[in-house]
């Protein structure tokens, strides 16, 4: 009986109609809303929209009840949304890489199906060219890369082929990378203050690709030692002035003058949590304090915003994203100018992209990948990863000089048959039931190089 209850009761939730929160009837959105940059630097999304074995489940193209989806998105004069493809260090390590690229297979998904509404922001020039076509840019991001440890700066370049252009290497807990803001590895030990030799690495390979650090979850050694050894500057994409509330994620005024004084930008969260010790009580106003605060300290152009939307709960009054034109209105109304307003909205972030990600084009992709079948798709056993090179049999100098197949920052045994121009990895028996990442790679006899990623899974 109670079973029965309790099954009628999950149906009536499950296809329960929410209230969406939503502006005000007949409130105008602010001129200054729709014509600024707004970029949004962090969202949860992504973690929502799969289920607990990587299938993706719930279509943000439509109204959902999740706080960030399409229609939301450009209710609220949204520009550009980053979204976070979160892992912790608290799985095994091929679980969290398994879990990382279900969401950006989930990521990926959402952008094919949509491509007159959102495409994915990959060069500087990629948030004009949304702009002109009235669609919303999207930036893969990760959070939390414990899974770079080893295989390091060859996995990391797989992940920039899929798109990843912003990185946190923590979230809490510390891990093989560097301390985050637990200042504990996830089985409780105390960890070794900063970067790691594998994190320094990273840095170093994240500023060769051009990928923006993240310094979200770090602790404050972590910090300093990115901003000692990273030639870019930096970005805390979700986060809040420890001054108005004293919480370990958020930066203290000194922190904030180190990150000015780099060229980095600070992103305001909305998440109640983080900005009052008054949960109840905090609106878009307490998110202007924490603004107001940091750009005392910091300076208007190292002020932008990170709702955390999805990953917290978020303020009165900024629910969701078709919200955003609140926050315009109340900077406004806080005597902040339209050239601040842009500034802090997006144009902030807009400059770090300019700064740190590489201009030039991703190019033509070198091959046809035959197995898997599309982005995402299944080898069944024994699987075999195969592609077909498209220059084969054209001029000499299109001839491959070498070839390479990768899986999962490893690279595997392979072979390439001249004749089809087929390149071919020897079945893959050990690897386990998972999503995975595989690149084709091709150097040619004229000396220029080119690869093709794409993630698949092992059923
Ligand atoms: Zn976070």
Known sequence: MAGILLAALAALVEHATYPVPSLPAGMVVPAIHISATVVDAHCDTLMRIVDKNGNPTTDIGSETAHAVDLPKLERGHVDMQFFAAFSSARYHKEQ????????????????????????????????????????????????????????????????????????????????????????????????????????RKIIAAMDDLGMIIDLSHASEVTVDDVLQQSRQPVIVTHTAAYALRQHSRNLSDMQARKIASNDGVICVMFGSAFLSGNVMSATVDTVVDHIDHLVETAGVDHVGIGSDFDGTVTVNGLENSSMMPLLTLALSGRGYSPADIEKIMGGNVVRIIQQVWKAEATGVEPFRIKSPASMGGSLPGPPRLVAEYTGAGRAPGDAPAATRVIVDGLEVPSSYDEQTGRLTAAALDDLTASFHVATFEITRRGGSAGRSTTIFRIP
């Not at 990382?100 to 922001?121: D, K, W």
């Not at 080893?150 to 797989?158: C, H, M």
């Not at 560097?178 to 590895?185: L, Q, S, T, V």
């Open 96 to 199: 969290a890489l398994g879990r990382c690229l279900a969401l950006i297979n989930a990521f990926h998904r959402t952008v094919r199906e949509y491509p007159g509404r959102i495409v994915t922001a990959l060069v500087p020039g990629s948030l004009s060219e949304a702009a002109s076509t009235g669609r919303i840019a999207a930036v893969l991001a990760l959070e939390g890369a414990d899974f770079l440890g080893q295989e390091g700066p060859e996995l990391l370049r797989q992940l920039h082929d899929l798109g990843v252009r912003s990185v946190g290497l923590t979230w809490n807990d510390s891990n093989a990378l560097a301390e985050g803001i637990g200042r504990r590895y996830a089985d409780g030990t105390p960890s070794t203050p900063g970067l790691t030799a594998a994190g």
